[in-house]
């Protein structure tokens, strides 16, 4: 199913998984998803070559999530440093394999280096390759959006426009980077809206359940972290296991807020955590239902 036409019925909830890195077996994936088929997301997204992991795998995990499991995919594919003709080969590997739905990412350059932008590359941008994919045809496709900004363009006003663009340019649907307070979430949605961006918006979601995947957070990703979460951090910063739990519960708050002021979609970053999902997909579980009724 096209998932621009999953948003038409309800808020939608996802998880996003990532494929093992190269020298760990593609059976740590099989076992995740062993264990959250029964959550019943409205898909599950995979990832493409991101924080060290292969992009090999990302189709034939996709095909696994929509063939074996049954449940939605959504694939990502970067398009920086890719020609035509490889994205062309991804494009027909996906419709061999079902797939209908694309995250259309630049992406960033493998060792971190400021990004060359060239006349002669056939991308440049995201919203390159969301028009090759829209004019391919067959694909619902979604992008990325940064209620913080992004991190080469923290002016909000640029980005905003470069996203229009980039929806203009054929998307359906759009995931943000993860974030800490909800209000820079919804005051963003009304930047969109000022700007007639109408797209659907999914919330991402990531709970923090170490202190380590804090430094990671700022440096990968800019978003900050908020003050009622510092005060977590501060507080069970040094317990893993009590912050694991604060993480969850505040992220399960988030989450019930966003709900509570119709959010489109919630993306949650499920960290090929599986216990992770079920937590937070258990405290939902209600508040889903009703969702999914209302
Ligand atoms: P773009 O939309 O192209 O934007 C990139 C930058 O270019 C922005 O600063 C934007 O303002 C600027 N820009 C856009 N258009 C123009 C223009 N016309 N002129 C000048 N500047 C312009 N990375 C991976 O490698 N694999 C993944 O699977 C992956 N999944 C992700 C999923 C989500 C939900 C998110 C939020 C990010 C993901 N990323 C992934 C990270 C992403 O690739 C990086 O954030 C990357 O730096 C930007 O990608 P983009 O698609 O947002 O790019």
Not at 206 to 231: H, Y
Request: proline fraction near 4%; hydrophobic fraction near 40%.
């Amino acid at each position: 199913m096209l998932i621009k036409d999953i948003f038409k019925e309800k808020t939608v909830i996802s998880l996003e998984i990532f494929p093992p890195k190269p020298t760990s077996p593609l059976d740590t994936i099989t076992n995740m998803l062993e264990e959250i088929k029964d959550l019943t997301p409205d898909f599950i997204s995979i990832t493409y070559g991101a924080g060290g992991s292969t992009k090999r795998h990302t189709v034939d995990i996709a095909s696994m999530v929509k063939n074996k499991y049954k449940i939605e995919a959504l694939a990502h594919l970067t398009c920086i440093n890719s020609t035509k003709d490889e994205i062309n080969r991804i494009f027909q590997l996906l419709k061999e394999n079902n797939i209908e739905n694309i995250l259309a990412l630049r992406g960033d350059h493998p060792d971190n280096q400021p990004i060359n932008i060239e006349e002669n590359q056939d991308f440049n941008y995201a919203k390159d390759l969301a028009s090759y994919a829209k004019s391919y045809g067959g694909f619902s496709l979604g992008g990325a959006c940064y209620p913080e900004g992004h991190l080469e363009c923290k002016n909000t006003v640029e980005n905003l426009h470069h996203l229009k663009e980039k929806v203009d340019n054929g998307l359906d649907f759009l995931i943000t980077q993860l974030f800490f307070d909800n209000n820079l979430f919804y005051n963003f949605k009304e930047k969109m809206e000022l700007l007639n961006i109408k797209v659907p918006v999914s919330a991402g979601i990531m709970p923090v359940i170490n202190k380590k995947q804090v430094e990671k957070i700022i440096s990968l990703t800019g978003a900050s972290i908020s003050p009622k979460f510092l005060k977590i951090l501060d507080k069970y910063g040094d317990n893993p296991s009590a912050l694991k739990e604060a993480g969850i519960a505040y992220a399960t708050e988030q989450i019930i807020d966003l709900m509570a002021n119709e959010v489109d979609g919630i993306h949650l970053y499920a960290m090929n955590r599986p216990e992770i999902a079920k937590s937070i997909f258990s405290s939902i579980g209600s508040i889903r239902k009703y969702a999914a009724n209302s």
